[in-house]
């Protein structure tokens, strides 16, 4: 077998992986374009360890661990971005971007200080 053409499409996946993270919106999107990335290095572990003949099959036993640990992180991945859409209404990652980092629209001081209630003291009462 010739291990140009496992590791031209591991590039090409890995290549379209970072693209979905870089260029996509939707956290959901953002996490099945890392899961495409995993798959990449999982098709290059493979196919090295099938072009150097290892005897312990070292790159398959490190794609089960990848793959395992791919499945944790879709899992985990998923239950957050469903948190989120729960509380905020929308998994758009730019917008919880600028929501946790307190550039919102009703973040500002001025805002603050109109919405703050008012406190009176028993002098004032």
């Known amino acids: 077998m010739h291990l140009a053409y496992p590791a031209v499409l591991a590039a090409l ?23 495409l990335m995993l798959n990449a290095v999982n098709l290059n572990l493979v196919a090295f360890d099938v072009w150097l003949r290892d005897e312990l099959h070292a790159g398959q036993a490190l794609t089960l661990f990848t793959i395992a640990i791919a ?4 899992g985990i991945g998923l239950a957050i971005v469903l948190m989120v859409y729960r509380n905020r209404g ?18 500002t001081p001025a805002a603050a200080e109109t919405t703050a209630p008012a406190h009176r003291t028993e002098a004032a009462a």
């Open 71 to 74: 499945a944790a992180e879709i």
């Open 90 to 107: 929308t998994s758009d990652v730019d917008r919880l971007r600028d929501t946790a980092e307190g550039h919102g629209p009703d973040d």
């Open 13 to 35: 996946l890995f290549c379209v992986g970072i693209y979905g993270v870089l260029a996509r919106r939707n956290a959901i999107l953002v996490l099945m374009s890392v899961e």
